[in-house]
C-alpha cells in the first residue's frame, strides 16, 4: 500500500487523541462525543458534524451516523447517560440493531459487510461499530 504524506502525521494525531480518551476520568460526567480519522483517496477533505440533522439518524433518541468509507463502513451511535446496561449489538450483512435499555434501533447499511470481520466497542457514552465490506 502506497504511503501518502500525511500518514504518519494522522497516525500520531490518532495516538494523542487516545491517549487523551483514555486519560478521561470514568464518571457519569465524563463524555467524549468522538473523533473519526478517515483516509483515502482524492478529493477534497471535510468534517461530518454530529449536530448536523441530515447526517444523524434518530430513533426513540438514539442518535447515530453512518459514514460510508472506501473499505469499511464506520457507524457511531451515542448513548444515552442514563442507560442500565451495555447495548446489545447484532451485526448482520444487511443491517445491525442495536439494542440499548430495551429500545431497538435498527441501522440499515448502504451496502453488504462481512459481518465476521466487523466489531464494535463501547466507552465513554459513544458505542463505535467498525464494519468491514464485503468483498
Known sequence: MKREPNDDILRNF???MEDIISSLPF?????????????????????FR??????????EGV???VIDGPEKIYVTVSLPSDIV????????????KIIVDGV????????SIDAGQSNFVAKNGILDIVCAKAQ
Open 14 to 16: 490518532a495516538k494523542a
Open 27 to 47: 464518571s457519569e460526567n465524563a463524555r467524549f462525543l468522538g473523533c473519526t480519522i478517515i483516509t483515502g483517496n482524492g478529493g477534497e477533505p471535510f468534517v
Open 50 to 59: 454530529s449536530d448536523d440533522e441530515d447526517d444523524l439518524g434518530d430513533d
Open 63 to 65: 442518535d447515530y451516523e
Open 85 to 96: 446496561d451495555l447495548p446489545d449489538v447484532d451485526i448482520q450483512p444487511e443491517f445491525i
Open 104 to 111: 431497538e434501533v435498527r441501522v440499515d447499511l448502504p451496502c
